[in-house]
């Protein structure tokens, strides 16, 4: 996703919105994306629900698999 399209993520409910919205954009249904994640629909719905316990390790698998770049931006003034 290009920077300039950059979509701020504070919370679980905004990027299960993203994801949502990616998600319909591409003409996938839950059941569809399921499959190509390897994971589940009620997973994929509580995700989209903006749901807090959800595993970083698969969220980065539907994130990976819709083509959306997560990208982290430091602190001003922090080391990398």
Known sequence: MPLSLAVPIHDAATLGKLIRRSR???????ETLAGLCGLS??????????????????????????GIELSAVPPEGSES
Do not use: A, H
Request: hydrophobic share 40%; charged share 25%.
């Open 24 to 30: 319909k954009q591409q003409g996938l249904n839950l």
């Open 41 to 66: 629909i009620r997973f994929l719905s509580e995700l989209e629900n903006g749901r807090d316990s959800c595993g970083l390790g698969r969220i980065l698998i539907v994130l990976d698999t819709l």
